[in-house]
């Protein structure tokens, strides 16, 4: 299993990239959320493919717009967690930020949390915004960034070709520069997963 006390940690220490969202993209906070299972996952959506919508049939971390009445991005990470998967915010620890990530072609900034699933049930996710869940054993996530030659290397290096096959989906675009940044920062502090 992970060891979350040295991740939370971590994440306090941590310095993100990008600190804040840059001007003129819309507000966004998602949850990298992960849970115990028989190991630990990393529990992602696939969201329902749709004609006109950017994020059509992609791979993601639960998340959405900050809505005015969010009093912070971690709340808009917590209520929209409960929105899409039906996890209640307090059964969510957030252990801390990874920092903002900006998607290329729709400009959208991600705000990003780390969290922790605390008593992993079964999951009741919203059909309109969820076309199937995604539970990935970060340990299978971990092997695979390492065999892709992902590891010691900036996301960037790897342009439109920084992606995870997980089974019969891809991640690839935002998130997986998420995933390369979350999973270089375990590697490089040596967190066993």
């Not at 001007?23 to 529990?43: I, P």
Request: with cysteine.
């Amino acid at each position: 299993m992970l060891d979350y006390i040295a991740l939370r940690h971590l994440l306090e220490t941590n310095r993100p990239a990008c600190r804040e969202a840059p001007a003129g993209y819309e507000r966004n906070s998602v949850c990298l959320l992960l849970a115990d299972r028989v190991e630990t996952v990393l529990v992602a959506i696939e969201k329902p493919a749709s004609e006109g919508y950017h994020w059509s049939g992609q791979v993601a971390l639960a998340g959405g717009r900050i809505e005015a009445d969010d009093p912070t991005a971690e709340h808009a990470a917590r209520r929209e967690l409960h929105e899409e998967l039906g996890i209640p915010p307090e059964e969510v620890e957030v252990l801390g930020e990874l920092g903002h990530f900006q998607t290329e072609t729709s400009d959208h900034d991600l705000a990003v949390f780390v969290g922790r699933w605390v008593h992993p049930g079964d999951v009741h996710a919203d059909s309109r915004e969820v076309a199937r869940v995604l539970e990935i054993p970060l340990g299978d996530l971990v092997g695979l960034h390492t065999s892709r030659g992902y590891h010691g290397q900036p996301a960037g290096a790897f342009g439109e070709g920084l992606a995870y096959p997980i089974a019969d989906a891809r991640i690839w675009g935002v998130t997986a520069r998420i995933l390369h940044h979350f999973v270089e920062l375990l590697l490089d502090n040596h967190i066993s997963t």
